[in-house]
Structure formats: C-alpha cells, structure tokens
Nanobody, 124 residues
Framework: QVQVVESGGGLVQAGGSLRLSCASSGRTFVGYAMGWFRQAPGKDREFVAATSWSGGTTLYGDSVKGRFTISSNNARNTGFLQMNSLKPEDTAVYYC?????????????????WGQGTQVTVSS
C-alpha cells in the first residue's frame, strides 16, 4: 500500500514561487500515476496537474497551465509540483494523489491513494 505525504506548502507573495513535494512512504512511485488537486475554502476540489504511470503524458488545469509544472525525480520516489507566478486565487490546500498503473486523469475518483494535503497561501 502506498502512503502519500505532501510537503512544501507555505505563505508566499503574489508573483512568487513554491515547490511542493509528494513522497511515498515505504516504496517508490514507479508504476504509479500521480495527480495534484487543490481545494479552497467553500469550493470544490479542483484538478491541477497529473502525470501517467509511464511519465509520458502530463495534463494541466486551465488555470495553472504555463505556470505550474509536474515532475518526479529519477528514482520516482518523490513527485514535485513547481508553482511559479503565483496568484492569490491559487490559495488552497494542495493534495497529491496516486494510482497504480494509472493514466493521467483530471478526475479525483481515478486515484486510490491520497495525502493529507499541504496549505498554500498567496498574499496580494
């Protein structure tokens, strides 16, 4: 079983950058699709980015395209979400999710394993 742990959230000014990390406790993400989602207070969970288990396909939500980049290290034991040109509307709890042999998907239901989330706050 995969246990997913996010880190790297914090407070940043508008226009700044943050890099979120997603680690798997006890095993690597080899063979797992990875997705990032976010949820702001009073709003539905929103798709941010995803990569397929092979790493060959990546998807981005329209609101973050061109600003955020999803990646992983060579060992595939840590995933990353690089967030640049941050805006106050990016403020949310960010969640990492994983699915074995999954395709890159915009749908939260496609992922079986979820982290607890990390707070990102962007001040204006």
């Amino acid at each position: 079983q995969v246990q997913v742990v996010e880190s790297g959230g914090g407070l940043v000014q508008a226009g700044g950058s943050l890099r979120l990390s997603c680690a798997s406790s006890g095993r690597t993400f080899v063979g797992y699709a990875m997705g990032w989602f976010r949820q702001a207070p009073g709003k539905d969970r929103e798709f941010v980015a995803a990569t397929s288990w092979s790493g060959g396909t990546t998807l981005y939500g329209d609101s973050v395209k061109g600003r955020f980049t999803i990646s992983s290290n060579n060992a595939r034991n840590t995933g990353f979400l690089q967030m640049n040109s941050l805006k106050p509307e990016d403020t949310a709890v960010y969640y990492c999710a994983a699915q074995r042999y999954g395709l890159a998907s915009r749908h939260a239901g496609s992922y079986a394993y979820w982290g607890q989330g990390t707070q990102v706050t962007v001040s204006s």
